[in-house]
T-cell receptor, first 112, second 111 residues
Framework: GAGVSQSPSNKVTEKGKDVELRCDPI?????LYWYRQSLGQGLEFLIY????????KSGLPSDRFSAERTGGSVSTLTIQRTQQEDSAVYLC??????????FGDGTRLSIL | DAKTTQPPSMDCAEGRAANLPCNHS???????VYWYRQIHSQGPQYIIH???NNETNEMASLIITEDRKSSTLILPHATLRDTAVYYC????????????FGQGTELSVKP
């Protein structure tokens, strides 16, 4: 079946602009996660949604980052006033309750 | 911080078994061991997980020591397509979310 889909696959933008990254999870998966992978760095947790519960935002690096999940399905990660250090691959994952996470191939974000 | 320690890199000959070690000496009784891998330019891929018993699936085998302080991921017949970074992660089964990734082991399968 279809896996986790992320769009766009690549995004280049100028410093100071806002960007939106989209994630379509696997159908039926109640949990959705965002991670970030910077050049030479490991994967860093950003935020986690589980059903109708309040999201775990403990990994968001600053208040310029926000995410929402509409209708328990699609999620959007928004970065406002982008900085060069925001350049990274942003990965989305989804899972059923208590099951391993399945990842998309990410959005490669480049800030000029 | 990651709760696991892995060698930064390993080589394996094509067709041979690849044995990837992981130390998790501070693992607690209700934490599982998960293995993921990341092939270049792709998202991480789930491989296998276990609590205390050895596990096997179509991709790999997971051997966990009796004291649970270390484990080994075994790819029985490595192919060139198994070249990737392999991550060993410790977490609760119902951890409610975040995986804490370390630096992983970069496995190079050579012809």
């Amino acid at each position: 079946g279809a896996g986790v889909s992320q769009s766009p696959s690549n995004k280049v933008t100028e410093k100071g602009k806002d960007v939106e990254l989209r994630c379509d999870p696997i159908s039926g998966h109640t949990a959705l996660y965002w991670y970030r992978q910077s050049l030479g760095q490991g994967l860093e947790f950003l935020i986690y949604f589980q059903g109708n519960s309040a999201p775990d935002k403990s990994g968001l690096p600053s208040d310029r980052f926000s995410a929402e999940r509409t209708g328990g399905s699609v999620s959007t990660l928004t970065i406002q006033r982008t900085q060069q250090e925001d350049s990274a691959v942003y990965l989305c994952a989804s899972s059923r309750n208590y099951q391993p996470q399945h990842f998309g191939d990410g959005t490669r974000l480049s800030i000029l | 911080d990651a709760k696991t320690t892995q060698p930064p890199s390993m080589d394996c000959a094509e067709g041979r078994a690849a044995n990837l070690p992981c130390n998790h000496s501070t693992i607690s009784g209700n934490e599982y061991v998960y293995w993921y891998r990341q092939i270049h330019s792709q998202g991480p891929q789930y491989i296998i997980h276990g609590l205390k018993n050895n596990e096997t699936n179509e991709m790999a085998s997971l051997i966990i020591t009796e004291d649970r302080k270390s484990s080994t991921l075994i790819l029985p017949h490595a192919t060139l397509r198994d070249t990737a970074v392999y991550y060993c992660i410790v977490g609760l089964y119902n951890q409610g979310g975040k995986l804490i990734f370390g630096q992983g082991t970069e496995l190079s399968v050579k012809p």
